[in-house]
């Protein structure tokens, strides 16, 4: 019986880990295009007239 829970375990913070890799790299991913669009929006703003 604690060998199933063991072997759970071990599968379950394998998957927490890839999923904690996986978050990282959206998060950052997603970062970087708001600072792309935030700049562009930046270099636009002469354009826009009112």
């Given amino acids: 019986m604690s060998e ?3 072997k759970t375990m071990g ?4 998957w927490n ?3 904690g890799v996986i978050m990282i790299v959206v998060g950052l991913t997603v970062g970087v295009m708001q600072i ?3 700049g562009k929006l ?3 703003k ?3 007239m009112f």
């Fill in 4 to 6: 199933k829970v063991y």
């Fill in 11 to 14: 599968k379950v913070g394998a």
């Fill in 17 to 19: 880990i890839a999923f």
């Fill in 36 to 38: 792309i669009h935030g």
């Fill in 42 to 44: 930046l270099s636009d």
């Fill in 46 to 48: 002469k354009d826009i």
